[in-house]
C-alpha cells in the first residue's frame, strides 16, 4: 500500500489548502466532508468509543485548520498524511489522558461542526449490521467474535471450533463479505451530494 | 484473500479485519489509516466490521456461554445418539403396534422429544457442522434437545437415553439389536421437517422445538378416576355393554394409575387396550393420544385425538386440538398444527390461553421460515 497520494489526489489537496488559506469558506466545509468520515471511523476504531470519537474527530479539523491557516503544512500534497498524523496523535492523547478538548490554544478556531447526518443514519446501518450479524449460525457467530473481538488467528480459531483452517476462513470471509456487501447498498442510498449538506457552518 | 470490492489499491478484508481487531501492526496500520482518508469503499467496510465487532462484544459472553454448554452436543454425539434414537423410535413404534401381545412389549424408552429430524441442527456437508444440538431454553442457557428442561447431560454416544419426552424422567430402554430396524431408520429418518432443500436454521428448529414439547395433561379426576373408583358417567354413557365396560374401565383405571406414576409406556398399552376393548369414553382415546405424543409416537397419537375431536362431547376437545397440534409440530406439518391450534383457542378454557400463545409463536416461526427463503413444510 503506497503512502504516496495519487497526482489526482494530490493536486486535490494543493488546491483545497490554497483555497483554505485565500479564506475560502466553503474549501473549509470541503475539507470536513471530505475527510470526517475516515476520521471519525479511525477515532473509533482506535478508542471504541464511539462518542469520544465524534470529539477527537473535532478536534482533528480543528488542529487541521488552524496548521493550514497558519501555513504550518509544508507538503500540502500529502494533506492526508498530516491529517492521519494528527488524528494519531490526538487519539492516542485521548487514550493517555481521556480528555475531550485540546488545549486552549485552539479556542480561537471556530469549531467544525460534524455533519450528524451520518451518525443519525448510523444507527439504521447499526441496526442492519446486528441484525446481519444476528442472522448468522453460532458457530459462524463465534468465529466473528474470536476473530473481532479476541483477534484471535484463524489457525487458533480453527483448533479451538474444532474445524479446519479452510472452513474457519471460508465461512468468515463470506460472512466479512455478507455484512460489508449490505452495509455499503445501505451507505449508498444515504450518501448526499456535498452541496446538500444542511449542518456544515462555514468557519469565520 | 479477497480484496474489497470497488477498492482501487485492492486492499484485503483481512487487514480491515486486522485493523478493527487490533492485531495490525502499528506500521501497517498508519498506512491503512492513509489509506482510508482517501478510500471511501474501506471506510464504508472498517464502519461495518466495527460495528459487528461492537456487537459481538457486547453478546460475547451469551455467545460464549451457549458455546461452551453445547459441546456436550456437538454433532460427533448427536449424530450417532439421534440414530440409536430413530432405532428405538421405529422399534418402539412396531412393538407398540403389536395389541395382541401386551404382556410381552417391550418397555421401550421414548424417543426424545426432538423435531422430527436430526438434520435441522445439521450444517449441510459443504460445511462443517455446526454444534448442532444446541437448543437453548427460555433463559438462554443450553438444554437438553428434548422437552425436559433439566439434566442436559442426557445424551449419550451409545444411545442410551434417559431422556424424558416431558418433565418427567423415563426409564432408560435395552437398545435391542435389530436389522429390519436399521433398515427402517434409512426411511423413517428422512424428515419431514427439514430436508436438504428446506433446511431449518439453528432457531427456526430449536423454536419448533420447543412449540413441539408435550406438557403431561392433568389425570383424569372425574368420578371415574384412576385411583381405582368407579368409572363415570360418561363410560356409562358411552352405550359400552356391561362386560366391555367392566373391562374397558378396568384398563383404563389402570391406565390411568400408569399414567400418574408417570409410566407413560405402560399407560398407553393399557389405554390402547381400553380403547380396543370396545366402545369406550373419549377420556380414553384422549390419554392415549397424550401419552402416545409423550413416547414420540405423534403419528399414532394422532387417531385417538382425533377420534376425541370427532365425538365432539368431551371436554377435552379443546386440548386435543392442542394435543393434536403438538402431534403435527413433531411431524413438521405445521399447516395443520396451526389449524389445530386456531381450533383450541376457540373455546374459553384453560387451553385456550395456551393455544393462543402457541399460535402466535408458530405463526412467527413460519413467517421467519418464508422470509429466510426455507422451504414451507407440509
Known amino acids: 500500500m503506497s503512502t504516496e497520494p495519487k497526482p489526482a489526489q494530490a493536486i486535490a489537496a494543493i488546491d483545497l489548502v490554497s483555497r483554505i488559506q485565500s479564506g475560502d469558506a466553503g474549501a473549509e466545509e470541503a475539507l470536513v ?16 468509543d464511539a462518542t469520544a ?8 479539523f480543528m488542529a487541521v485548520l488552524k496548521a493550514i491557516r497558519e501555513g504550518s503544512i509544508r507538503e500540502p500534497e500529502h494533506l492526508s498524511a498530516f491529517i492521519q498524523g494528527t488524528t494519531r496523535n490526538l487519539v492516542n492523547n485521548y487514550l493517555r489522558t481521556r480528555t475531550r478538548r485540546a488545549e486552549s490554544a485552539l479556542d480561537d478556531v471556530e469549531e467544525p461542526r460534524i455533519d450528524p447526518i451520518p451518525n443519525l443514519e448510523s444507527s439504521e446501518r447499526w441496526s442492519l449490521v446486528r441484525n446481519e450479524v444476528a442472522k448468522f449460525s453460532r458457530m459462524d457467530q463465534q468465529i466473528l467474535l474470536m476473530s473481532l473481538v479476541d483477534g484471535l488467528s484463524l489457525a487458533v480459531i480453527a483448533q479451538r471450533l474444532e474445524i479446519s483452517h479452510d472452513v474457519a476462513r471460508a465461512r468468515k470471509s463470506r460472512m466479512v463479505r ?15 451530494p456535498p452541496s446538500q449538506n444542511r449542518s456544515l457552518r462555514p468557519p469565520q | 484473500m479477497r480484496e474489497i470490492m470497488d477498492c482501487e489499491q485492492g486492499t484485503t478484508s483481512e487487514v480491515l479485519e486486522g485493523y478493527v481487531a487490533g492485531t495490525l501492526d502499528a506500521a501497517s496500520a498508519d498506512r491503512l489509516e492513509l489509506h482510508l482518508l482517501e478510500c471511501p469503499h474501506c471506510v464504508s467496510a472498517i464502519e461495518a466490521l466495527e460495528i459487528a465487532r461492537e456487537d459481538l462484544a457486547s453478546r460475547a459472553h451469551e455467545i460464549r456461554t451457549r458455546s461452551t454448554n453445547s459441546r456436550l452436543f456437538d454433532f460427533r454425539f448427536w449424530v450417532p445418539a439421534l440414530a440409536a434414537a430413530l432405532i428405538l423410535l421405529v422399534v418402539g413404534g412396531r412393538l407398540l403396534s403389536r395389541r395382541d401381545r401386551p404382556s410381552t412389549v417391550a418397555r421401550v424408552s421414548p424417543a426424545p422429544e426432538v423435531p422430527k429430524s436430526p438434520e435441522p441442527v445439521v450444517k449441510p456437508e459443504t460445511q462443517q457442522p455446526t454444534a448442532p444440538a444446541q437448543p437453548e431454553s427460555a433463559n438462554g442457557t443450553n438444554a437438553v434437545p428434548n422437552p425436559t428442561k433439566s439434566k442436559p447431560e442426557t445424551v449419550s454416544p451409545k444411545g442410551e437415553q434417559s431422556v424424558a419426552p416431558t418433565h418427567p424422567p423415563t426409564e432408560v430402554a435395552q437398545q435391542p439389536p435389530s436389522t429390519p430396524a436399521q433398515q427402517e431408520i434409512s426411511k423413517s429418518a428422512e424428515p419431514k421437517v427439514s430436508t436438504k432443500a428446506n433446511r431449518l436454521t439453528d432457531e427456526q428448529a430449536l423454536e419448533l422445538f420447543r412449540l413441539s414439547d408435550v406438557r403431561v395433561a392433568p389425570a383424569y379426576t372425574a368420578a371415574g378416576s384412576a385411583a381405582g373408583t368407579k368409572p363415570g358417567k360418561a363410560t356409562q354413557q358411552a352405550g359400552v355393554s356391561e ?13 390411568m394409575i400408569s399414567y400418574v406414576e408417570k409410566d407413560y409406556v405402560r399407560a398407553a398399552e393399557l389405554l390402547d387396550l381400553a380403547a380396543n376393548a370396545g366402545k369406550h369414553p ?6 392415549l393420544g397424550v401419552c402416545r ?9 394422532k387417531e385417538p385425538l382425533q377420534r376425541v375431536i370427532a365425538d365432539g362431547k368431551s371436554s377435552q376437545v379443546p ?17 395443520e398444527a396451526e389449524s389445530e391450534l386456531q381450533l383450541a383457542a376457540i373455546r374459553p378454557g384453560t387451553v385456550k390461553a395456551e393455544a393462543t400463545a402457541l399460535l402466535a409463536r408458530l405463526r412467527a416461526l413460519r413467517k421467519s421460515m418464508s422470509d429466510s427463503g426455507t422451504a414451507p413444510l407440509p
Open chain 2, 243 to 255: 362386560s366391555g365396560q367392566i373391562a374397558g374401565n378396568t384398563l383404563f383405571q389402570q391406565g
Open chain 1, 53 to 60: 470519537a465524534f470529539d477527537i474527530a473535532q478536534d482533528v
Open chain 2, 293 to 301: 405424543l409423550i413416547n414420540g409416537h405423534p403419528k399414532d397419537a
Open chain 1, 33 to 48: 466532508l471530505q475527510y470526517q468520515r475516515a476520521v471519525i471511523a479511525i477515532a473509533r476504531i482506535r478508542t471504541h
Open chain 2, 319 to 335: 386440548a386435543a386440538h392442542l394435543y393434536l397440534a403438538k402431534a403435527y409440530m413433531q411431524e413438521g406439518i405445521l399447516a
Open chain 1, 178 to 192: 455478507k455484512i460489508i456487501e449490505r452495509f455499503e447498498a445501505v451507505s449508498q442510498k444515504s450518501l448526499e
Open chain 2, 282 to 287: 373419549p377420556e380414553v382415546d384422549f390419554y
